[in-house]
């Protein structure tokens, strides 16, 4: 089956510091890939996406690189901040017919605690 | 819009009782799925559905049931609860034509068995 594997555990930055939390997939097919950020007492929250090879993925100074080649989809900030805070998911979706294009399989999460 | 909402937020058990979390969506998405947050483990789907009256098993659906008698309502039944389903439960949804993979969660519910 579909699998993802993420950074593990936790990472603690200094605010001003470089981010990368690195996320691997595993897949027949040729799957989109997302980051889901989960903040404390929230669902989680579509990040960023890239629907195919060398697609980059932005949002609020976060990127994500889709590299079909390698298999992953690593989560990089030149800088972070406190705000960014949270717990990241990477996560898959692969073109089954039906329904199946529509399940998400997710990485086990990686908990970002930015140090003020 | 309300978006997804969720109901109770937290909730707590006794080994052997049942109970129904509620999720509801007011967006008319017709995909609607149930995942488990356990640390360590990610988020894994329980049960999904493609639209009233069609339902099917996610990666751990033991010891859950589901229904969907309309397109806003997708409620998720513990038969008889065991410590095991201690987790937090989301709801998601997603329009079908939506871009793949982009699901609305839920606020999601706490639950504790004893």
């Known amino acids: 089956g579909d699998s993802v594997v993420q950074t593990e555990g936790q990472v603690l930055p200094s605010e001003g510091d470089s981010l990368i939390v690195n996320c691997s997939y595993e897949t027949t097919q040729y799957p989109s890939l997302f980051w889901y950020v989960q903040y404390p007492g929230e669902g989680p929250q579509l990040h960023l996406k890239a629907m195919k090879a060398n697609d980059k993925g932005r949002n609020k100074g976060f990127e994500a690189m889709y590299r079909k080649e390698t298999t992953s989809f690593h989560l990089e900030k030149d800088s972070v901040q406190e705000s960014d805070s949270a717990v990241y998911f990477c996560?898959?979706?692969?073109?089954?017919?039906?329904?199946?294009?529509?399940?998400?399989?997710f990485g086990k999460g990686t908990k970002l605690s930015v140090i003020p | 819009n309300a978006g997804v909402t969720q109901t109770p937020k937290f909730q707590v058990l006794k080994t052997g009782q049942s109970m129904t979390l509620q999720c509801a969506q007011d967006?008319?998405?017709?995909?609607m799925s149930w995942y488990r947050q356990d640390p360590g483990m990610g988020l894994r789907l329980i049960h999904y559905s493609v639209g009233a009256g069609i339902t099917d098993q996610g990666e751990v659906p033991n010891g859950y049931n589901v229904s969907r008698s309309t397109t806003e309502d997708f409620p998720l039944r513990l038969l008889s609860a065991a410590p095991s389903q201690t987790s937090v439960y989301f709801c998601a949804s997603i329009p079908f034509g939506g871009a793949r993979g982009t699901q609305y969660f839920g606020p999601g519910t706490r639950l504790l068995v004893l």
């Open positions: 996560a898959l979706s692969a073109p089954y017919s039906g329904a199946g294009s529509y399940q998400l399989t």
């Open positions: 967006m008319n998405h017709e995909y």
